[in-house]
């Protein structure tokens, strides 16, 4: 089935570690997005990649990286300098940049500090 | 900031129609406006979308108002497996897509 798949589930970060989330497309999307969620709240966009080797930062990247090596993964990383890393995470996708499009998103990542 | 404005609960009961509104006086003329929903710990949903005309399919129907500035989204007749978070958002070009905090249903048995 082509879908977004999230990994792992849930996540614990130690305090001063780094740590990554993984995304994976079959979809053969060109852009992909991250975004945070905090209990009771919406969503909130990290970080979006239009292309391979290509991505801009959304509202709150501070403390996070991407890369976009290959088409079908945008991964995310939790840096040690994101002091309030605990919520969750939700990756998406589409299939080109214009408005007629659906979003897709995975089934997220809950990231706890230990 | 969002671009969308929603009330942040509504209740509604059991197999009654539900009309759930999203304001959006500033969109452009190129703005799409779409509807996901999202039940508790999973991601979002994608619902319905439409530009100038209303929509229907099989999970609820789109009504936009004459000048787009506002739409309603519909359910026909609401179940408990309806109860969620339903985000109104409004997607173009640019690949920034911002969501706002949604609208929590709650269905009444």
Not at chain 1, 68 to 97: D, H, I, M, W
Not at chain 2, 62 to 85: G, M, W
Request: aromatic residues 10%.
């Amino acid at each position: 089935d082509g879908g977004i798949t999230q990994s792992p589930k849930y996540l614990f970060r130690k305090e001063g570690q780094n740590v990554t989330l993984s995304c994976e497309q079959n979809l053969n999307h060109d852009a992909m997005y991250w975004y945070r969620q905090d209990p009771g709240q919406g969503l909130r966009l990290i970080y979006y990649s239009q292309i391979v080797n290509d991505f801009q930062k959304g509202d709150i990247a501070e403390g996070y990286s991407v890369s976009r090596e290959k088409k079908e993964s945008f991964p995310l990383t939790v840096t040690s300098a994101q002091k309030n890393p605990t919520a969750f995470y939700l990756c998406a996708s589409r299939v080109g940049t214009g408005g007629n499009e659906k979003l897709f998103f995975g089934s997220g990542t809950q990231l706890s500090v230990l | 900031d969002a671009k969308t404005t929603q009330p942040n609960s509504m209740e509604s009961n059991e197999e009654e129609p539900v009309h759930l509104p999203c304001n959006h006086s500033t969109i452009s003329g190129t703005d799409y406006i779409h509807w996901y929903r999202q039940l508790p710990s999973q991601g979002p949903e994608y619902v319905i979308h439409g530009l100038t005309s209303n929509v229907n399919n099989r999970m609820a129907s789109l009504a936009i108002a004459e000048d787009r500035k506002s739409s309603t989204l519909i359910l026909h007749r609401a179940t408990l497996r309806d109860a969620a978070v339903y985000y109104c958002i409004l997607m173009n070009r640019d690949d920034k897509i911002i969501f706002g905090k949604g609208t929590r249903l709650h269905i009444l048995p």
